[in-house]
């Protein structure tokens, strides 16, 4: 020990570390030792900074990326919370997700794909009040979400719900940041200030429905699409989603959506 100093080893076992993991900290600019001696090269650290030293392995064994460990030690005790927390959130919904599709999987396991009944029919034209939002894939249900609160709040505000179901509103191709929406149908005279009113052309569609969770969804699209492409279709934009018995009616296996892809002819 040099002027209260530790070499690498003994600070190393005062951490429960490994040299190793002291160096690639080093190496990384996390954790620098306090002195380094300019003829041997060798590494001394305080001991003030064992501290730092568990909070980067702990940090670490949770994979945080490195860049969020840093910014994380630069913000002291008091900013720190503030980073902890926003990649708190992103893990929780990662979770979410790997949830979601470790439910499809599950369900692939047990019974291979689920047998849907797809029919091609004519819906009529439709006039709604919708509130729209723009997303990425992952976020759609939380925007769903989101964007209901907002269609339902401005609706009461007007004395009234509009016609049951709700209807969810979403492109063809699901890119990296797409736009889609939720209205309500509402009378052909009328509107609602403050929402936009999109009215959706009757036509020739193909439908099926879909009884379970929301992350069983993909299973019944599968099935749908592959219906359209079989017998030569081509779908159309916007695919709609109408909600007929949610979360609030029933339990998540039991909720009910039918799921309506406008069609036309194809050219081939």
Do not use: N
């Not at 907002?150 to 209807?167: A, D, K, S």
């Not at 099935?223 to 007929?244: D, M």
């Amino acid at each position: 020990m040099q002027d209260g100093l530790l070499t690498i080893g003994r600070f190393a076992r005062l951490c429960r570390l490994s040299v190793k993991q002291l160096r690639h900290y080093d190496d990384l600019g996390l954790l620098a030792p306090r002195r380094v001696d300019a003829g041997s090269g060798y590494r001394y650290y305080a001991p003030e900074q064992a501290r730092d030293a568990l909070t980067i392995a702990l940090l670490r064994e949770m994979d945080l990326p490195l860049a969020v460990i840093a910014r994380a030690l630069a913000a002291g005790p008091e900013g720190r919370p503030a980073i902890l927390g926003a990649e708190r959130d992103r893990l929780a919904e990662r979770i979410r997700r790997d949830r979601a599709r470790l439910e499809v999987l599950e369900r692939l396991a047990q019974d291979g794909l689920p047998g849907y009944e797809v029919t091609l029919g004519r819906e009529p034209e439709r006039r709604l009040a919708v509130v729209r939002a723009v997303c990425t894939p992952a976020q759609i249900g939380a925007t769903v979400q989101e964007c209901m609160g907002r269609l339902l709040t401005r609706l009461g505000e007007r004395g009234t719900t509009g016609q049951p179901p709700l209807w969810g509103l979403y492109p063809l191709d699901l890119e990296e940041q797409m736009r889609i929406g939720v209205g309500a149908q509402i009378p052909q005279a009328d509107g609602v200030a403050g929402l936009e009113c999109a009215v959706l052309p009757g036509g020739p569609v193909a439908e099926t429905v879909h009884v379970g969770s929301y992350a069983q969804l993909p299973l019944a699209y599968h099935a749908l699409f592959a219906a359209v492409h079989e017998r030569g279709l081509r779908p159309l934009a916007p695919v709609r989603e109408a909600y007929l018995v949610g979360p609030a009616q029933a339990p998540p296996g039991e909720c009910t959506t039918r799921l309506i892809v406008p069609v036309e002819e194809s050219a081939a």
